[in-house]
């Protein structure tokens, strides 16, 4: 069995791999959840041919079953309910029991049998909104992001969950964009910055024009070589969610501040101690002070503890991560 972690953004990259190459693929997706469950509405992951598996819905008590499932849905082209109800006693102390006091409901959606759906998968993988899927229990789905949308009318096995009383018949579900950062600078901490920023979903553009950093800036999904100035003129800098500038150069950083004065990027994450954001901000004009101090971070990244580029990396990724998730 090939297993592998991934936010939402890798399950949605290998289900596309699997579809463009034909392979049967079953998308399982969480419709509804209560009590205590490893996951929440909402969270997806993939089951493909070859024991294929990429994103997890349970600490791994619950895949083979999903996995058992998912081939049937994607060999007969039909959608698959699972309901997984584990609050009662008798399932605490069953023999497979997975320990959790809660109630798990999915969908398993058979990819082939939905043509069209790589072209809204590639849309929101370059982050053009959010993806919304409508599931009912006749057989029909939607999907749907931004301007565009795909229907199918499918097989379903649906026969009303057990101990229902909403009567529901069809769920709605979102999957949000994935979030995204402007980086400028791809120093020693980038090495392990994009790639963990990558597996946690989020997607990176780097602006680098120095040549000793070229490695690096290839690690991250997007790049431009350029100062920031003209890189910020050159892309759209409101789509982001988040920007750092952190390119261990004080006139470079001077430079990606002034030209982020602008922008609507709720997030900036200057790199560099205290002392060095006050040396900076002496530089810069009221307006650009007033303009970024709500929302800059410096020093950039939670104080987890540690020193070097990795530890860094690693502050940089838990607040990056927060502050998509409010926490």
Not at 4 to 12: E, F, L, S, W
Not at 132 to 155: H, K, Q, T
Not at 204 to 211: D, G, N
Not at 219 to 243: G, K, V, W, Y
């Amino acid at each position: 069995m090939t297993l592998a972690t991934g936010a939402d953004r890798a399950v949605i990259e290998a289900a596309l791999a699997a579809v463009r190459d034909c392979v049967p693929a079953t998308l399982a997706l969480v419709v509804d959840t209560s009590g205590s469950t490893y996951v929440r509405r909402g969270a997806i992951a993939l089951f493909a041919a070859d024991s294929l598996q990429v994103g997890w819905l349970s600490g791994g008590c619950l895949e083979a079953e999903i996995a058992r499932r998912a081939d049937h849905a994607a060999a007969n082209a039909c959608i698959e309910w699972m309901e997984i109800d584990t609050r009662d006693d008798e399932d605490l102390f069953a023999g497979s029991a997975v320990g959790c006091r809660g109630r798990l409901r999915l969908v398993l959606l058979p990819l082939l049998a939905m043509p069209g759906w790589q072209a809204l998968a590639d849309a929101w993988i370059s982050a053009a909104g959010p993806m919304e899927f409508s599931v009912a229990g006749s057989g029909a789905v939607s999907c749907r992001i931004a301007d565009r949308e795909a229907n199918w009318a499918l097989r379903s096995t649906f026969a009303g969950w057990r101990e229902d009383e909403s009567g529901i018949a069809s769920w709605i579900v979102e999957l949000p964009a994935p979030p995204t950062v402007l980086i400028f600078g791809a120093g020693p901490e980038t090495a392990l910055l994009f790639p963990l920023l990558r597996a946690i979903g989020w997607r990176t553009s780097v602006v680098e024009s120095r040549p000793r950093w070229a490695t690096n800036a290839g690690l991250a999904d997007h790049s431009l070589t350029a100062r920031p100035e003209p890189a910020l003129a050159m892309i759209q800098a409101h789509s982001f969610n988040a920007a750092l500038v952190m390119q261990h150069n004080f006139e470079l950083d001077r430079e990606a501040l002034e030209a982020l004065t602008p922008e609507s990027i709720p997030f900036i994450g200057l790199l560099g101690p205290t002392r060095r954001r006050d040396d900076l901000f002496k530089l810069l004009s009221a307006t650009s002070r007033e303009a970024l101090e709500s929302r800059l971070r410096a020093p950039v990244g939670l104080d987890l503890g540690g020193h070097g580029p990795e530890a860094i990396a690693l502050s940089i990724a838990a607040q990056l991560q927060a502050f998509m998730h409010r926490h």
